[in-house]
DNA sequence: TCATCTATTGCATACGAATGCAATAGATGT
DNA sequence: ACATCTATTGCATTCGTATGCAATAGATGA
């Protein structure tokens, strides 16, 4: 391994020189500079960051702590694009990204012990649950992190980024009228779900905007599962009036409404969160579109600031878009 | 943070004795011992893995090497499954998992890089491209790795672990031969892929076996898009004699065969990869199910035993299994 | 020419854990 | 009671980098 003594060896000088050097101080005279920097060019210098780390007590690096119900998370296009987003942000701000994984063994299962052992300045914690023990413990520990929309307890370096449901359904509602459509049902996730709540209560506002009123039987909260939502959108169908549309919240639930639908033989609209699958099997019907890729960005760029200053990053909100035909419209005009 | 040195302090020992404790070495006595840990637990105390890796050379984590067509793989139920067992296994044997992701900033998109600068012992790369350069890099700088199956270059401390795609096809064909089918279609991803070209010489042999003749118009490589996949199976369903079976070799390009079945209103079964939504949409489908989730699990063991050893582990083939009405048959029976 | 000042560079040490070697305690034998 | 041996424990150093402080060089002024 090459370190600061073979290139100081090398050129003559210090390892401290060197040191300098490479973190760019400017206490070093330019001809030094280059002549240290060619040498590390030439014996192929990596810097150790473990050594560097132990020194100035950083790892640049954050944890992502995922949610662990594989069942549900993996039919969902979440996990790959946030991640991707997650280190795309994250190394162009100079950080790598290590997992964290419940059920694991430690200290990968909790995001407190990763930091604590230094494997990571911070964490990024997606989707908390009510209540949520580690959000408590990554409080308790005055560790820096981020994550989802949350009810409970609040910290000093805690930061809250996440997408805007409200708004996703105040959107879905309002595109769908902007259609035509005045006799809408909506498929959301079940009552327990934050996200399911917020969807309803803006598609609900947006119906109210628009004079239409939606009765209790045309509203279904159902489990995320293909099979609950085709059920939930059957029954839908054979209300009187029969909706002439229907708003699904999740990437999943979607093609079980759009299967009642297809089934029934009837000319009812779908519209529902995007997913790749979902683009390729329908090209032609509109969508919700949620930024989990930048999603992903967001939080490492917001967690590495509060990291780097110490202090909490102002809480962020990202909106969904609404795309029909590969034109996206209600990008961002409804937004409050 | 509380140290090996706080934990002495406040036992009244020194700081190597704790040490030795903390890293299981029978020199230490057991009253000592049993002192040393109840301070540790009582102090909170939380091993810095940075001056442990600095001392021990060693980082007791494991780099994943993601590809980088996002597009591809975001249809796919891979890499959630995939990242899972990576990281219960890895985090079984006392390892954590960083990402390193193409497109991102040094280190995290070159994973040399990553064990060089000691983020990790180790890289997972999966699916490598012929003369993957990634691959190249690994070797030249003699870094323990496991990737697929790879016809290039080899090295000594590089490790194949694959699903074998060759058995794949060869068990479909079977299982459909079994079925009672003699006109079967094949729908393989583009001819540049091994995965694609394995599953159809597999694929083959079943059908040779049979004596089944499969002339080359029922046989069609395509790119895996839905699209396409579509096309292909549509073309097939419009030959004379028309198939009465179809087997896909991706997650993805299944629903497009699926569709065009659907479309053409004919009885004809489709053989496709499992994933989570198909399993939703088309519940009663027999189907093909990868392993990715044990692909994770077995990668990062055999990674790990080629770290701790020094020298490459052995070959592994993980083998898929047809699934049918939630009968697991074909298991491992003609496993070669 | 000499004093003073600034720009560079070198020296020494710290970060926290692991480990070879020395030192000490207690146990054992005669 | 003494020597010898083994079981524990302590001491000192190391890993590679960063950084406060001291030292030196060259530049500037009078």
Known sequence: MVTTYDIAKRTGLNQSTVSRVLSGSTLVGSRTSQRVLAMCRQLRYVPNLQARGL???RTCALAVHMPQGSQTILADPFVPAFLSGVSLQASALGYSVVLSYPGAGAPAANP???VKSRLADGVIHTSPT???PVVASLIRNKIPFVTGRYDGKTG???VCVDIDNVHSGYQAGKFLVSRGHRTIGLVTESKESIVGQDFEKG???AMSEAGVRVPPERIKSVPV???AARQAAREMLSQNPCPTAIAVNTALTVFGALEAVRQAKMKVLVLGVASPLLTSLYPHLPRI???FEDLGRQMAGVLIETIRTGKAAATKMLYT???DRDETIFQEESKP
Do not use: G
Request: glycine letters at 0%; hydrophobic letters at 40%.
């Open 130 to 132: 009510r209540d949520d």
């Open 156 to 158: 000093p370096l805690m």
């Open 289 to 291: 579109q949620a930024p």
């Open 203 to 205: 598609f609900l506002r």
């Open 55 to 57: 020194k100035t007590q």
């Open 225 to 227: 599962t293909f099979e």
């Open 321 to 323: 878009k609404i795309i």
């Open 112 to 114: 407190s012990l990763l």
